[in-house]
Every structure is written in C-alpha cells, then in structure tokens.
C-alpha cells in the first residue's frame, strides 16, 4: 500500500513564526487530507487537498501530486496552534487512508 | 448534523472482558472505518465498510469485530480485552474514498480505553 512519511518530526516555534510541514506519499493519490490533532484528542480537518493549492486563514496547503509530496504552511503561529499535524493519503483500490506519523509541533508564547 | 459519534469517551477494562464501541454518522456516508492509535504510531486501520453489509479487514484487525447493518451504525466490538488493545479508537466517515471534495473522511472524538 502507500507509504506517508512527514517531516519534521518535532517542530518547536516561537509566537509569531512561520512554518512549513511535509508530507511524502508513496503513489499517486485520490485523496489527501491535512488534521490538527489538539492537545485534547481531537482529529480537526484542515485541508482535503490531492492537488493545487488553498489556503484558509493563516493556514495554506499546496500537494503536487506528479512530485508526491504536500506541504503545509503556517504563518503567524499563534499557542492555539500547538499539537499534531497529520497527512492521510489514499490511492489505488484498497480503501485504506494512510496516516504518517504526524509532526507536532509547539508554540511558545 | 451531529457528525460522527462515538460511545463511551472512556472506557476501563479488565483482560478477557468484551465490550463494544459505539460509532454512528448522520451524513449519510457509505464509507465507515475504525483506528487505533498508540504513542509514535499515527492511526492505524482496524476495520472499514463501503456500505451496509459489506466490511473488509484493515491493517491491525486481530482481536476486533465489526458489523455493518446500517448505514448509520458502525459498532467495533472486542471479543476477549488484552493490555495490548489499550489505546484510543477513533471512528470515521465520509462518501467514499475514491476521490473527490466529497470524499473528505470526518473523525469522531474518540473512545480512550484500558485493559488492565
């Protein structure tokens, strides 16, 4: 199946700062999804986004599915942005979305 | 629309205990599924349906029954608890999956359980 791999890791930032996130997928890609897990457990959709670019507040994500890969961009980090970051992917036949491991990532006031 | 909706939010267990973990959708999806995730794993697929009457296996779905009678309703039931099992499960929802803004997958908040 396909493989979702991010980057970084860990990602510690201070108020104000700006951010890029990324995903690596396997395959080529029908669906590709962008979560914010809060420090409360939950799975928050940012961006259903297989291709192209959009952006939604401070918030903005571009896939370029022919290069596999998808980035997610933050600018002004505010403390309320804290927490995990997932890229899901799905592609081919076998109806299963992929989750990387996500990046979490820290936002000191 | 309440979305999707999983019961309990907590959950004890003892080792050989059963239960079932509720999760019910009212957007009228086809496409249901179950997650689990642990520490340094992401979610990982337990089981998922495309439809009433119809589920398929995921990536860790030993210990885990599912059944789909419903659109609605897509309950996960373990069968005998194991410490292994602790973790949070999270059920989702969406059209489809076969591409498409419509085929956006929706998260409930999730059930966090321990088998002690």
């Known amino acids: 199946g396909i493989q979702v791999e991010q980057s970084p890791p860990d990602l510690i930032l201070q108020e104000g700062a700006n951010s890029t996130l990324r995903c690596n997928f396997s395959d080529s890609v029908n669906n590709l999804q962008w979560f914010h897990q809060n420090p409360w457990g939950q799975l928050i959709n940012l961006f259903y986004i297989p291709s192209g670019t959009k952006q939604n507040g401070r918030l903005s994500a571009t896939t370029v599915a022919t290069e596999r890969y998808s980035l997610l961009y933050i600018s002004s980090s505010q403390t309320t942005d804290s927490g995990v970051y997932f890229c899901?992917?799905?592609?081919?036949?076998?109806?299963?979305?992929?989750f990387g491991k996500g990046t979490l990532l820290t936002v000191n006031p | 629309n309440a979305g999707v909706t999983q019961t309990p939010k907590f959950q004890v267990l003892k080792t050989g205990q059963s239960m079932t973990l509720q999760c019910a959708q009212d957007m009228n999806h086809e496409y249901m599924s179950w997650y689990r995730q642990d520490p340094g794993m992401g979610l990982r697929l337990i089981h998922y349906s495309v439809g009433a009457g119809i589920t398929d296996q995921g990536e860790v779905p030993n210990g885990y029954n599912v059944s789909r009678s419903t659109t609605e309703d897509f309950p996960l039931r373990l069968l005998s608890a194991a410490p292994s099992q602790t973790s949070v499960y999270f059920c989702a929802s969406s059209y489809g999956l076969a591409g498409g803004e419509y085929n956006e997958q929706f998260f409930g908040p999730g059930t966090r359980l321990t088998v002690l």
């Open positions: 899901a992917a799905y592609g081919g036949s076998n109806y299963k979305l992929t």
